[in-house]
């Protein structure tokens, strides 16, 4: 398998799907396959033309083939796949779900703003995510200083600023609908009177379904031997044996010869029950962590 081939299998799975896409949309526009005026988001053209790729389309059109299409693309993987990969490792249809509503967010705000496009929007939301789920991480830019995670979108936006004379508009929506994900998601849930109520958390109808997406991952276990039963040996002046006492963490010797007798205790094994014994004995069964929270 070739290096580029290895590296793009091991990119999880709805990252991988939205990169691809994103790709082939970019192709064609360039090849003349297909129309930029058909791919950008418009009320109008989807519910009275009845256009309905577009709401899809225009998260897919990230300009023409040069080195800001490769920019974008550039964050748009790596943030996507340190959230896949980080604090949605596992939770496949969760990060699925988590997408869907932050494109959906987008559209509900495009109107206001005039943005046809809102694959960038999108991808500053993943980067905000990222950024306040992984606060201690330090970054350095351009090496220049060093922040912290939670600084970067707002580092990104101050750049954005500098190099461009037009508001960054699109960077401001996914900084608002990143922060209403995070807070409903990660804050609100903590306080008292929320009573751990999730609001954006995936429906149980798409929950139930995902166990063939979920990545197994074992849960380490100490297990420890069942104790050793005592044993004494016989008497007789043939009898010349080295019994064992298992203990916690040392094992003791005593050797009876001639017509002496000597026994071993167990005082000091490990207090394991009979079912306590059977029970770490037994082969560990594969958890996820969806299973594990």
Known sequence: MLPVEEWYYEVPLVT???????????LGVQTGFLN???????????????????PITTFLYFGPLGLDFVFHMFFLVRYSRMLEEGSFYGRTVDYAWMLFLS?????????????PFLGSPLAFTLV????????????????????????????LLGFTLLLNSHFPTGDLMGIAVGHIYYFFEDVWPKEAHSGGRRYLQTPAFLTQRRGNLDIPVEIPDEVYPPPAPAVATGTGAEDNTD??????????TSTAAGANTSTTSASSAPNLSAEEAHGAAQPRRGYTLAESQ
Do not use: K
Request: aromatic letters at 22%.
């Open 16 to 26: 991988r799907i939205y990169a691809t896409s994103a790709v082939l949309v970019a």
């Open 103 to 115: 494109a959906f967010a987008l559209l509900c705000l495009s109107p206001f703003v005039s943005m």
């Open 36 to 54: 930029v005026y058909q791919l950008y988001f418009d009320f109008e053209h989807v519910f009275q033309r009845n256009e309905y790729w577009r």
């Open 243 to 252: 019994t064992y006492s298992t203990t916690a963490g040392s094992s003791s």
């Open 128 to 155: 905000y995510l990222w950024s306040r789920r992984n606060p201690s991480i330090p970054l350095n830019f351009l090496g220049l200083f060093v922040f912290t995670a939670p600084y970067l979108p707002w580092v």
